[in-house]
């Protein structure tokens, strides 16, 4: 008679047990989810954004609904001397960063100036947005790998856009609104969150061989306070028929943070309802 080993037991690999994951942009409409995600496996939560007020708030949420450690932090991500400050303290806080979600980006405190078309679109407002969705990503990503590389492991994922793979088809634009106001997507953030991928596939090949291992997550368009113009528009788009929940993105980041994902470096993740399909 044969006799078998005993066939592996998959049920923890998606475990963040005694693991310490630092999200930055981590109030924001996607970045509550994530951090929960997070914190629903096991991890603690190093909780990064600008208002330290509600990083504590979130940090105390996290605690008490998932028993984890959670600590707040404040930080602007385009500062490299902010950044530098945040990852030592946040080290310090919980010995070591198993998992970095690059998460923090910006739409400007200027939403005229965002959303203004092309020919006045200004380079100032270029260089606000692209200091933190893709400068932001480098010091970041730069200081915690760097961290991850010296300890012998750890998972990085950075947030990037499906206008950083595909270009936005601008006729569901005519009639939409966010929050009551017109909207586009303007070249900056597409051309920041293509940056972003590019930047993945180059930290993944550095650190590959210190056990970092680094790979994107590219959400679709997320409901969010859009019009329906714009929500029938776009889901008309998906093979789905519908924009995301904040909720559907974070499988695949907890699967990215995770060992489920130990032999995946250097990919972009496309949650998209099928969008880059057809």
Not at 104 to 120: C, G, Q, V, Y
Request: glycine share 12%; aromatic share 8%.
């Amino acid at each position: 008679m044969t006799t078998h080993e005993p066939l592996p037991d998959y049920r923890n690999l998606f475990d963040l047990t005694g693991k310490t994951a630092l999200v930055t942009g981590a109030c924001g409409i996607l970045g509550r989810h994530f951090c929960a995600g997070l914190a629903a496996h096991g991890a603690g939560v190093a909780v990064v954004d600008l208002d330290r007020a509600a990083c504590d708030g979130l940090a105390e949420a996290l605690t008490r609904q998932f028993g984890v450690r959670a600590a707040g932090f404040a930080c602007d991500v385009a500062d490299p001397g902010a950044v530098a400050a945040m990852v030592e303290a946040a080290v310090g806080t919980f010995g070591r960063i198993d998992v970095l979600h690059n998460n923090a980006a910006s739409k400007s405190a200027d939403l005229e100036a965002f959303f203004a078309p092309i020919d006045r679109f200004s380079l100032d407002t270029w260089r606000e947005i692209m200091a933190v969705n893709l400068d932001g990503a480098f010091l970041v990503a730069r200081s915690v790998g760097s961290h991850m590389a010296r300890a012998g492991g750890g998972s990085i994922i950075q947030t990037a856009s499906i206008y950083g793979v595909v270009g936005p088809d601008q006729r569901i634009y005519e009639g939409s609104e966010y929050m009551g106001r017109a909207i586009n997507t303007p070249a900056v953030y597409s051309a920041s969150k293509a940056g972003v991928i590019g930047l993945t596939r180059h930290l993944a090949a550095l650190w590959g061989a210190d056990g970092v291992r680094v790979n994107t997550l590219t959400p679709g368009g997320v409901e969010s306070g859009q019009n329906e113009t714009f929500k029938q528009r776009y889901g008309a788009r998906i093979p789905l028929g519908r924009m995301a929940r904040a909720a559907e993105m974070v499988g695949a980041l907890v699967w990215l943070a995770s060992d489920a994902s130990a032999y995946v470096t250097g990919q972009n993740i496309i949650v998209d309802g099928g969008l880059t399909a057809w």
